[in-house]
């Protein structure tokens, strides 16, 4: 059996889930499902990121340890996708006994391969705790973090390296061919352009960071929180049989480290690499990023409230092209719901739902197919051209409706006008499977034996 391997960031616990960490996690399990429903062996992993001083400052703050406050954290995370309908194979947490054990294991591999230097030495920068990573004096401005709007940390302590630099000429090469294959292609441009101006040496421990895994070689250290979180795909792959991931799926904030530092490790202990990543863009709402002093974040729940699980899950990835950035609204999700899901989908089910149960109509015939060009969609991460070319068959059927008037029909050429919209309804619904899965499965339902009309799919705003 063909195996299809894919990721999700894991997402930190400092807060909980709102719909950036959501748009990632409802596209992975698309294209997971997708190949599921291709009868590959696909799984899906997620979970969420809980060491380092982020996490540690974020407990703080609320009077709680760490562990307690990453048990409630992680649990939002986990409620949301499960509410959401993600079927992951697996969530992982980084605290999870077996990925500390992995970690352990690699970081000791990198030791004895000679990846690391066998001595710390003195590192200084400027620490962003909010991106957990050093930032160069170019990337701030007016001495702040862009995204985070904090001043960074100076930092001035023995840590151990990885010798990254060494890296560089096999990086090129892979990227370049595409044995790592990042997509967007502009974004593997970017990759390779910055790959150019050279790779320097990184630390990968922290000497003053208690809350995070203890170096098996110096207990005195602790893991780099972005080294030992990317080895969680490894804890599950390699348990599983499944390495290398076939997709790594990201936005474009975390690339970097997906797409150089992690290959850079693996190569380092002689480890398969990933085979794809896929970054795609950053949204905004209403034109602003979203942040907790704007007030303007948004939960899974609040969407899945006003839309339903589906509905959520279809507007997150119909709204904007998936890759370049967006912005969601209020507005354009309730246009967008209205017309496209109360009419265009809702409105023609029940449509040729109402017209079949007048004349005890029964379904005998289940050639449905999933549109192909809906799977070259997918198979490119074109999600919104995907669910365009599903609408497209959605007007098409409704535009014939309207021309034919089949209600003025009499009975055997209105049962032969059903028997054809039922197979494309059922094709409708196929190729819906992977994005909504309910409401596939509840048409689908609908459409077989004797129809009858059901409860509107999708009730209007
Ligand atoms: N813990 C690290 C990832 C480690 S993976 C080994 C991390 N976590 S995070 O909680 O900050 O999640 C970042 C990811 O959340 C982004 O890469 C993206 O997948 C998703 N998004 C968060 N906000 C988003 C938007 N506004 N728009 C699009 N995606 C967003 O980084």
Same mark, same amino acid.
């Given at each position: 059996m063909n195996k299809f391997f894919a990721t999700t960031p894991i997402y930190y616990v400092n807060d909980a889930p709102h719909i950036g960490h959501t748009y990632t996690t409802v596209a992975a399990d698309v294209i997971t499902r997708f190949y599921k429903q291709k009868g590959y062996d696909a799984r899906l992993l997620t979970g969420t990121d809980e060491h380092g001083a982020k996490i540690a400052e974020a407990a703080a703050k609320h009077g709680k340890a760490p562990q307690e406050y990453a048990d409630e954290i992680s649990e939002k995370f986990k409620t949301a996708w499960d509410s959401l309908n993600i079927d992951y194979a697996r969530f992982i947490r980084t605290t999870d006994e077996d990925h500390v054990k992995t970690a352990r294991e690699f970081f000791q591999k990198l030791y004895d391969k000679g990846a690391i230097d066998p001595k710390p030495r003195l590192y200084k920068g400027l620490y962003c705790v909010g991106h957990e990573k050093f930032m160069s004096k *170019?990337?701030?401005v007016d001495g702040l973090? %862009? !995204?985070?709007q904090t001043k960074p940390v100076e930092h001035s302590e023995e840590n151990y390296y990885f010798k990254? =630099?060494?890296?560089k000429k096999d990086l090129e090469q892979l990227i370049s061919s595409d044995e790592i294959k990042i997509r967007p292609q502009s974004r593997k441009n970017e990759i390779l352009g910055k790959l150019k101006t050279g790779l320097e040496d990184i630390s990968i =421990?922290?000497? =003053?960071?208690?809350?995070g895994i203890p170096l098996p070689? !110096?207990?005195g250290h602790t893991a780099y929180v972005w080294i030992e979180a990317l080895i969680n795909y490894y804890t599950y792959g390699s348990q599983e049989n499944l390495?290398?991931?076939d997709l790594h799926l990201m936005a474009k904030d975390i690339l970097w480290f997906h797409a150089l530092i992690w290959p850079a490790i693996l190569l380092a202990i002689g480890e398969k690499l990933p085979k794809e990543i896929f970054a795609h863009g950053f949204f905004t709402i209403n034109g602003q990023k979203m942040s907790k002093t704007i007030g303007n974040v948004i939960s899974p729940s609040q969407l899945i409230e006003k839309y339903g699980v589906d509905g959520t899950r279809y507007l997150l990835l119909a709204a904007f092209p998936f890759g370049e950035d967006g912005d969601f609204s209020w507005e354009e999700l309730d246009k967008l719901y209205n017309a496209n899901?109360?009419?265009g989908l809702g409105n023609l089910v029940a449509r040729v739902a109402k017209l079949a149960e007048k004349v005890n109509f029964e379904v005998t015939?289940?050639? *449905?197919i999933f549109d192909p060009l809906v799977e070259e969609k997918l198979t490119e991460f074109k999600f919104n051209e995907a669910l365009a070319t599903i609408w497209q068959d959605i007007a098409a059927l409704d535009k014939k409706i309207n021309e034919i008037q %089949?209600?003025?029909? *009499?009975e055997t050429k209105l049962k032969e006008f059903l028997s054809s919209s039922a197979i494309k309804i059922r094709s409708i619904a196929l190729s819906l499977t992977p994005f909504m899965p309910e409401t596939a499965e509840k048409i689908l339902k609908q459409f077989s034996d004797q129809i009858k009309s059901g409860s509107p799919l999708f009730p209007r705003k």
């Open positions: *170019e990337e701030l973090c %862009p !995204d985070h990254l =630099s060494g890296y =421990s922290r000497a =003053s960071m208690e809350w070689f !110096d207990k390495w290398p991931a899901l109360a009419n015939q289940t050639t *449905e %089949p209600w003025k029909l *009499e």
